[in-house]
């Protein structure tokens, strides 16, 4: 069976890797397993087929033969641990390299989605420009303390993992806001996991998708 993943078929991003479908097309491609992509549309994640794959109505799903997963940390979780190369042999690297998932996940990208909405949700309200301030420093902190953290190491923890991949992931969120910047060494650990093959072939199949056609 080949795995099939959900993806947008026009993309709120445009095809600049924000969307999670990346997430999840970079894991596979790290791993080096075939996948095919099933384009859906705004209005059929809403509707019955989508949401018994996804009860949120959002996307990606992950179908392997029998088995449906959403999320994607839960999907890079997936296949992080049952094809190599996304997470060590060594037993306690493993569980570290599982620890930054969840850290990109619980920690960084909370404030960072904050951010995202406030803008784009709120942008037009009278107190967003006295609260955009707060909700960028909300941002700075856990960035300043991974910036600590990493120092000048390329990876998190030793060799490129899910961890890293998950991480890299959330900050790319960040880059247009010009926060990333205040961190040259976040700055230059993205640089890192975008110039990876992996990263650069679920990139463009994901542009693929969305890149304007021929009038």
């Excluded at 069976?1 to 445009?14: K, N, R, V, Y």
């Excluded at 996948?35 to 509707?47: D, G, I, N, P």
């Excluded at 033969?65 to 493993?94: C, K, M, S």
């Excluded at 404030?111 to 995202?116: F, G, I, N, S």
Aim: charged share 25%; aromatic share 8%; no cysteine.
């Amino acid at each position: 069976m080949t795995i099939t993943i959900t993806a947008f078929e026009h993309s709120p991003d445009g095809g600049r890797g924000l969307a999670r479908d990346t997430r999840v097309r970079w894991a596979l491609e790290e791993v080096g397993q075939p996948y095919e992509v099933r384009l859906v549309s705004f209005k059929a994640m809403k509707e019955p087929a989508h949401l018994a794959a996804h009860p949120f109505g959002q996307i990606p799903t992950y179908e392997d033969g029998d088995l449906v997963l959403f999320e994607t940390g839960a999907i890079v979780f997936h296949i992080a641990q049952r094809y190599p190369g996304l997470l060590p042999d060594d037993a306690n690297a493993r569980a570290r390299a599982i620890t930054w998932m969840f850290a990109a996940l619980s920690t960084i990208e909370p404030p960072v989605l904050e951010m995202a909405n406030a803008k784009l949700l709120e942008g037009d309200r009278p107190w967003a420009a006295e609260r955009m301030p707060l909700v960028q420093d909300r941002v700075r902190k856990p960035l300043g303390l991974l910036s600590n953290r990493l120092g000048g190491a390329d990876w998190l923890d030793g060799e490129f993992s899910a961890g890293d991949l998950m991480m890299a992931s959330v900050l790319l969120r960040i880059r247009a806001s010009g926060i990333l910047d205040e961190y040259a060494n976040l700055a230059a650990y993205l640089a890192r996991a975008e110039a990876r093959p992996a990263y650069k072939r679920a990139f463009a199949a994901q542009l693929a998708v969305n890149k304007p056609g021929p009038p």
